[in-house]
């Protein structure tokens, strides 16, 4: 999400999502599949600044308290022989290194080298890049398209796709556009997951109206590759639906109780590529059962939504 976006939807947007935003009585995610706890979402206050959980002795997901940030958002640490990637580094003040650093001494790879890498260039996703900044042996990708086509090896952006080879272990690399300009999603065959960033996730998919083919296409591009790779999960960058079917939460609260699952089914490839398919003459905001279409106009001043992307 942008600041510009968070600005808009505090104060406009959810006023007018009322009808998602319900205050029910929460119901509870069924058990995860993926993970051993639930998720930390900011019911102690005094919860720490990470919440992590390993999926397998090479893979961690971290997530960023809400209690520091309302995007709560996810990182993802990959380890291979050679090098471990970091995809994402949390919002704004994140400072995730230590975090890390202990996970690779843990896991008996202190010092391994260390590849840091943003599913897309907001702020939420990129916010702890300083806390790499004088580790050793860490390369810190770039954030725009330029910089990760160079750094993945894709010649035809977006069309083609990359690899990063950690050792034993080479993910590929997906570019899709219509979130964010350098958004790309990882998909890594040794835990068969997608790593699908803001592109698709339990939550509400962000994109500027005008936005909507080029997020379509990219959708449509992973649908192919997943033709010939088995994708399990897919995991994103946040969590903002409730585990209620169609609801979401609000900007305003540090804690949540009902939250959805952080985990979706590969099935939700073909759910997310079939509502923007869906979309006909202009996008609206629309809730589905597990994601919320969001487009928005570049400068909502006087707008409403949800059909502020209709045509004048
Ligand atoms: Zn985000």
């Known amino acids: 999400m942008t600041r510009l976006t968070n600005i808009i939807l505090s104060t406009m947007l959810l006023a007018s999502l009322s009808a998602c935003e319900t205050r029910e009585a929460a119901i509870a995610a069924p058990p995860s599949a993926v993970f051993a706890q639930a998720w930390n979402a900011g019911i102690d ?74 599913t897309h260039g907001h702020g939420d996703h990129v916010g702890g890049d300083a806390s790499f900044a004088d580790r050793p042996d860490t390369i810190i990708v770039g954030h725009t398209a330029e910089d990760v086509a160079g750094f993945v090896g894709i ?48 939550g509400r998919l962000y994109f500027v ?41 609000g900007q305003d609260g540090k804690a949540r109780r009902g939250e959805h699952l952080l985990e979706l089914p590969g099935s939700a490839l073909g759910d997310v590529t079939a509502a923007f398919a869906g979309i006909g003459d202009y996008p609206r905001v629309t809730p589905f059962p597990e994601f ?21």
């Open 209 to 249: 109206c005008d936005k909507a083919g080029e997020y379509a296409a990219s959708l449509d591009r992973v649908a192919d590759f997943a033709q010939t790779h088995q994708i399990d999960w897919l995991l994103g960058g946040h969590v903002e639906m409730k585990a209620a079917a169609g609801h979401s939460f």
């Open 45 to 118: 206050p005094d919860e720490p600044a990470f919440h992590v959980q390993e999926i397998d002795a090479n893979t961690f997901v971290l997530r960023q308290s809400l209690r520091t940030s309302f995007e709560a958002p996810f990182l993802y640490l990959l380890l291979g022989e050679d090098k471990a990637l970091l995809i994402d580094t949390g919002a704004e003040g994140a400072d995730p290194r230590a975090e890390v650093d202990n996970l690779l001494a843990a896991s008996g790879h202190a010092g391994l080298p260390l590849v840091v890498m943003h």
């Open 292 to 312: 919320m279409l969001l487009p928005h106009p570049a400068d909502p001043a006087g707008m409403s939504p949800p059909d502020w992307c209709k045509p004048a």
């Open 155 to 202: 010649d035809q952006w977006p069309e083609d796709s990359g690899a990063l080879d950690l050792g034993g272990r080479k993910v590929d690399v997906l570019p899709t556009p219509g979130h964010h300009a350098s958004h790309v999603m990882v998909y890594d065959p040794v835990t068969r997951i997608l790593f699908s960033g803001d592109a698709i996730y339990p």
